[in-house]
């Protein structure tokens, strides 16, 4: 049986859908249960944050610290490591890969490498004032929703989750300077949707190319047409990401985070660290652990 729940303290709000196939979506805008859920993201999440408050809010995310400001959001995953420092005014979007798949479903919503797995950038955007009502129109249709209970509770929420996803991909777009030509834009989403997954395994321009059945320099032209970064730099920085996070939040040996992500000796490893982050592996282990 399809079941939700709702607790008021004060003016704070936290709703639950929870189906019988274990998909549920969440809307949270209490602080406390906001960075409860960020401290604690579960197995096939994603989460939206919507933050609403006057004062900027604090995150570190993978080890970095992020600021965020009055009606910013920003996109997570369950591979990112968060923990909330500040969180003073947030709205909190949260669901499962059972509720609503946006592989599954990339045609209708194109998200895909934008907002969720677009290797290494932390997906962010401003509300703009012209776009601010549709928003907030959005929550209160979502929260008025998840008061329901009725056999079309389902899907009238995944349908307003769509229409929340596609919003915030045209302004991440607009934002990017992604193409208008849709065909240009869908290989740039496919380019970074592939380096999040084989950036442990391939390091060249040229290997992803191929899978995407186009030339290197087809590829980095058309990143240097609407981008302001190569697309070898992105399968750095994913490299990076995740050497930061392996150093950070694990007890592994440095030569065995070094082939985890690709390189074949620990010094090819350390040179490409060192230049990418100012010092080397165990220098910036050490600063993370007196920190």
Not at 195 to 216: C, D, G, I, M, R
Not at 253 to 273: H, N, V
Request: aromatic residues 12%.
């Amino acid at each position: 049986m399809w079941g939700w729940g709702i607790n008021r303290r004060l003016n704070n709000l936290k709703m639950k859908f929870r189906g019988n196939l274990e998909e549920y979506l969440y809307l949270v805008t209490d602080n406390q249960e906001s960075c409860r859920l960020l401290g604690k993201i579960t197995e096939n999440s994603l989460t939206v944050l919507w933050f609403t408050g006057e004062a900027p809010c604090d995150l570190v995310v993978d080890g970095r610290g992020h600021t965020f400001y009055k009606n910013e959001l920003v996109f997570l995953t369950e591979f990112h490591k968060i923990v909330p420092e500040n969180i003073q005014g947030v709205r909190l979007l949260q669901f499962n890969r059972p509720f609503y798949c946006i592989l599954d479903h990339d045609t209708e919503v194109g998200c895909k490498g934008i907002l969720f797995f677009g290797a290494s950038q932390l997906p962010h955007i401003a509300i703009p004032e012209e776009e601010l009502e549709k928003f907030e129109t959005l929550w209160k249709m979502f929260s008025i929703e998840m008061q329901s209970g009725d056999n079309l509770q389902f899907e009238m929420l995944q349908m307003m989750l769509k229409r929340y996803l596609i919003l915030c991909t045209r302004l991440y777009k607009l934002k990017q300077n992604y193409p208008a030509k849709d065909a240009d834009a869908d290989i740039i989403r496919e380019y970074n949707f592939l380096v999040e997954q084989h950036f442990k395994t391939k390091s060249t321009v040229a290997e992803y190319a191929s899978l995407l059945n186009k030339s290197p320099k087809t590829i980095s032209n058309l990143f240097a047409k609407h981008g302001t970064k190569t697309p070898l730099q992105y399968i750095q920085e994913r490299k990076m990401l995740e050497a930061r996070r392996l150093l950070s939040y694990t007890e592994r040996q440095i030569q065995e985070i070094a082939y985890e992500i690709g390189f074949e000796d620990i010094q090819a490893f350390s040179r490409f660290f060192r230049k990418h982050e100012g010092v080397s592996p165990s220098k910036f282990r050490e600063k993370g652990q007196l920190g």
